[in-house]
């Protein structure tokens, strides 16, 4: 199955999942418009790829693993919704469309990204699973990837040092929570899904997704300033214009280009010993790497 194909399966399986459990309570129709236009407005779905792709090492993909890819990609919308608004971000434009305060209002994209977030919990919590243990541990790891452990702490350092000049442990430090947090879980719940895990196998698929999960950062900082807006579907040079820290702005566009290099041998090498089942996995770092939006 090439990258394309495996994307295609993904994208329809978890975006299935997605609608099959989103509109289903009429008093909160206006507030599931919001949270559908987020969640369907042309995202990659990487991070449910990832979940995917890491339960293809250990056996077939079951319903547990729809909802660790949904309640992720849940997590990661409500968290581009807030990204956003005006008080974090103040964006405009998001994958080439309006933002969610934009498109309606910001009282009303706050409340869309509070119900995402419990939408995710909601989907991994529900008893129609019978799996309370790994259900358990599912939710634990997702609570640990986008909460003060994970992906708000790392937003909340970003805001603090808007302006300032950090090193580059910190800069890490940083993305490590904000965006290598949740493409950790991603992986993780992929595999845990199966209920067919070892602590050696979770070792080798974290090492997998630390590399990848800074890359693909270090990717980010790198198109903000090689790709144009059409391209990125969002403002080009954000990050320069909000006087972000950025990994060209501390080690050259160059040094960062080699980092980015560095970080998909450390992954390719992480998950080798999968052998030929890895394969998606390998895909999906190369993609990471080499994209320009």
Same mark, same amino acid.
């Given at each position: 199955?090439?990258?394309?194909?495996?994307?295609?399966?993904?994208?329809?399986?978890?975006?299935?999942?997605?609608?099959?459990?989103?509109?289903?309570?009429?008093?909160?129709?206006?507030?599931?418009?919001?949270?559908?236009?987020?969640?369907?407005?042309?995202?990659?779905?990487?991070?449910?790829?990832?979940?995917?792709?890491?339960?293809?090492?250990?056996?077939?993909?079951?319903?547990?693993?729809?909802?660790?890819?949904?309640?992720?990609?849940?997590?990661?919308?409500?968290?581009?919704?807030?990204?956003?608004?005006?008080?974090?971000?103040?964006?405009?434009?998001?994958?080439?469309?309006?933002?969610?305060?934009?498109?309606?209002?910001?009282?009303?994209?706050?409340?869309?990204?509070?119900?995402?977030?419990?939408?995710?919990?909601?989907?991994?919590?529900?008893?129609?699973?019978?799996?309370?243990?790994?259900?358990?541990?599912?939710?634990?790891?997702?609570?640990?990837?986008?909460?003060?452990?994970?992906?708000?702490?790392?937003?909340?350092?970003?805001?603090?040092?808007?302006?300032?000049?950090?090193?580059?442990?910190?800069?890490?430090?940083?993305?490590?929570?904000?965006?290598?947090?949740?493409?950790?879980?991603?992986?993780?719940?992929? =595999? #845990? /899904?199966?209920?067919?895990?070892?602590? %050696?196998? $979770?070792?080798? +698929?974290?090492? !997998?997704?630390?590399?990848?999960?800074?890359?693909?950062?270090?990717?980010?900082?790198?198109?903000?300033?090689?790709?144009?807006?059409?391209?990125?579907?969002?403002?080009?040079?954000?990050?320069?214009?909000?006087?972000?820290?950025?990994?060209?702005?501390?080690?050259?566009?160059?040094?960062?280009?080699?980092?980015?290099?560095?970080?998909?041998?450390?992954?390719?090498? =992480? #998950? /080798?010993?999968?052998?030929?089942?890895? %394969?998606? $996995?390998?895909? +999906?770092?190369? !993609?990471?790497?080499?994209?320009?939006?």
């Amino acid at each position: 199955m090439t990258l394309d194909d495996f994307s295609q399966y993904a994208r329809h399986r978890v975006d299935d999942y997605l609608m099959q459990n989103l509109g289903q309570y009429q008093p909160a129709s206006h507030l599931q418009d919001a949270m559908t236009y987020s969640l369907f407005n042309g995202g990659k779905r990487v991070r449910p790829m990832l979940a995917y792709a890491s339960a293809s090492l250990f056996g077939e993909a079951n319903e547990l693993t729809d909802a660790s890819a949904a309640a992720i990609e849940s997590i990661h919308a409500y968290s581009l919704i807030h990204d956003d608004l005006p008080a974090m971000d103040d964006d405009d434009l998001r994958r080439g469309k309006p933002t969610c305060h934009i498109q309606y209002d910001e009282a009303t994209a706050i409340l869309a990204g509070d119900a995402l977030q419990t939408f995710a919990f909601e989907l991994l919590s529900h008893p129609k699973h019978k799996n309370t243990a790994t259900q358990l541990q599912l939710i634990q790891e997702l609570v640990h990837a986008s909460g003060r452990y994970g992906m708000v702490t790392g937003q909340m350092i970003d805001l603090a040092n808007v302006g300032k000049q950090i090193n580059i442990e910190a800069l890490e430090q940083m993305h490590q929570h904000k965006t290598g947090a949740l493409i950790r879980a991603s992986v993780r719940m992929g =595999a #845990i /899904s199966t209920g067919a895990i070892s602590e %050696q196998d $979770l070792s080798a +698929l974290d090492a !997998y997704a630390a590399a990848i999960g800074l890359a693909f950062q270090v990717q980010d900082d790198i198109i903000d300033i090689t790709s144009d807006t059409a391209t990125l579907g969002k403002t080009q040079f954000s990050d320069e214009e909000a006087n972000k820290p950025t990994y060209p702005k501390l080690l050259g566009l160059e040094g960062a280009q080699a980092l980015a290099q560095t970080l998909r041998q450390q992954a390719l090498a =992480a #998950i /080798s010993p999968f052998g030929d089942a890895a %394969q998606p $996995l390998v895909e +999906l770092a190369n !993609y990471i790497i080499d994209r320009n939006h």
